[in-house]
């Protein structure tokens, strides 16, 4: 069975230094894995994809994330925090079987401080 | 305007009301999902369906009631409200596949 384990439900950094949300996966094969995004009162925005090809991939508004076999992870990464950065983040992986749905982490939520 | 669109936005419901949440996507894709989300619980999948007419239950799909006899509409029912209702629930499309979820802004439902 899939699952996606995101380590820390709240994240704080100071606005310019490094954001790092950690996400880890359980698949049999290989996944499909994204990271979205959720701002006050919207639904979700897909930030990046990992499909199949290159493991480090990049998303929108600066975010990046390394697709990690041997240690059955995806953090996402961005070098340097905005303020329009806070909000609510989940990574996802993609179930391999008919029914094509999204397992989704529980979420971390970014706060950014001035 | 193209998208996925969910009304109403705000809802308040009397436990044991029949409350019907409306989804319309105007991509014709094959796949669309219903989600609550609840806090500590991130998102989890109450129905879904592959194509018109097919529908198949999610994580949590008790109390609630789908249909989708058209491809750009999937309308989700709470047959009898009750508090643990509840939410914010989220519909959703894909084109096929291992491919990325388009969502709606969500419908905040409160049952009192």
């Known amino acids: 069975a899939q699952s996606v384990t995101q380590l820390g439900s709240h994240v704080s950094v100071s606005e310019g230094a490094l954001v790092l949300l950690r996400c880890n996966y359980s698949?049999?094969?290989?996944?499909?894995l994204f990271w979205y995004v959720q701002y006050p009162n919207q639904g979700l925005q897909l930030l990046l994809k990992y499909t199949t090809g290159a493991t480090l991939v990049k998303g929108i508004n600066g975010f990046e994330a390394e697709f990690k076999k041997s240690e059955t992870s995806f953090h996402l990464t961005k070098p340097s925090a905005h303020m329009s950065d806070a909000a609510e983040y989940f990574c996802?992986?993609?179930?391999?079987?008919?029914?094509?749905?999204?397992?989704f982490g529980s979420g971390t939520r970014l706060l950014v401080r001035p | 305007d193209a998208g996925i669109t969910q009304s109403p936005r705000y809802k308040i419901t009397e436990t044991g009301r029949q409350v019907t949440l409306m989804c319309h996507q105007t991509?014709?894709?094959?796949?669309m999902f219903w989600y609550r989300q609840d806090l500590g619980h991130g998102l989890r999948l109450i129905y879904y369906?592959?194509?018109?007419?097919?529908?198949d239950k999610g994580e949590v799909p008790d109390g609630y009631v789908v249909s989708r006899s058209k491809t750009e509409n999937f309308p989700l029912t709470l047959e009898s409200a009750t508090r643990s209702q509840t939410s914010v629930y989220f519909c959703a499309s894909q084109t096929g596949p291992y491919t990325e979820a388009f969502f709606g802004q969500g419908t905040r439902l409160t049952v009192v």
């Open positions: 698949s049999s094969v290989p996944p499909y």
């Open positions: 996802a992986v993609s179930r391999m079987d008919s029914s094509y749905k999204l397992i």
């Open positions: 369906s592959a194509a018109a007419d097919i529908t």
């Open positions: 991509w014709s894709h094959s796949y």
